[in-house]
Every structure is written in C-alpha cells, then in structure tokens.
C-alpha cells in the first residue's frame, strides 16, 4: 500500500489549501484514514481522522471548525480542506492508513497508523 499525499505550498494566514491523499494498491474502503501533523521539535499530532465509510471524523482540538476532512473511496482518495490558516498550522502534513478499519471508528494515535505518505510542507506566513 501506498499513500501520496499532495497540495502544500505557502500561503498567508487567513488564507485555504486542501491536500489530497491518493492511495495506491489496497482497497480504502476498508481503512480509516488519518492527517497528522509535525512542526520543528514537535511531536506528530493528529490533524484529523476518518473512519472507513466516512461517516465519522474525528480532529484535534486547534484545528476544529477550521479544517474538513473527507474521503472519496470511488477515487481511493483523502482530503484535507483547511482554512483560516493560522502561523502555528505551519509543519509537515502526513497522511495515514489504518488497516484494522471498523465501521464508526478513526483512531487518533499515530501508532495505531500501518502505513504513511512522504509528508507534504504547509507554511503558513503572517
């Protein structure tokens, strides 16, 4: 399985992006999907989570009310729609697949996470 996450860049704050996950030789459907996050001497946090069928999300809590994620399972795709980007949203943006998928479930530890994109820059300037 794997994961190509794209669409980072720069923007200034205030401004949108929306990243995109394309997975690759599994069957999504069948996997909750994660966006993490890390920034300079961080841990990696999570950004958001979406349970297979996409009927549950879960995000954490600086980026609730700001960013949406969702999925496309026709298209073997995830997506991370993020606005009002703030300075502190500035990092590497990881997308991830749980492969122990259940049904209303997206988990929240990156160690629970199988396998993971090349990470995509997102710099956010003031």
């Known amino acids: 399985v794997q994961l190509q996450a794209s669409g980072g860049g720069v923007v200034q704050a205030g401004g949108s992006l929306r990243l995109s996950c394309a997975v690759v030789?599994?069957?999504?459907?069948?996997?909750?999907m994660g966006w993490f996050r890390q920034a300079p001497g961080k841990e990696r946090e999570i950004v958001g989570a979406?349970?297979?069928?996409?009927?549950?999300?879960t995000y954490g809590l600086s980026v609730k009310g700001r960013f949406t994620i969702s999925r496309d399972n026709a298209e073997d795709t995830v997506y991370l729609q993020m606005s009002d980007l703030r300075s502190d949203d500035t990092g590497v943006y990881y997308c991830?697949?749980?492969?122990?998928?259940?049904?209303?479930?997206?988990?929240?530890?990156?160690?629970?996470?199988?396998?993971w994109g090349q990470g995509t820059q997102v710099t956010v300037s003031s």
């Open positions: 979406i349970s297979p069928g996409g009927s549950y999300t």
């Open positions: 991830a697949a749980d492969v122990v998928g259940q049904p209303m479930v997206a988990r929240r530890n990156p160690a629970e996470y199988d396998y």
């Open positions: 030789g599994g069957i999504i459907s069948n996997y909750a």
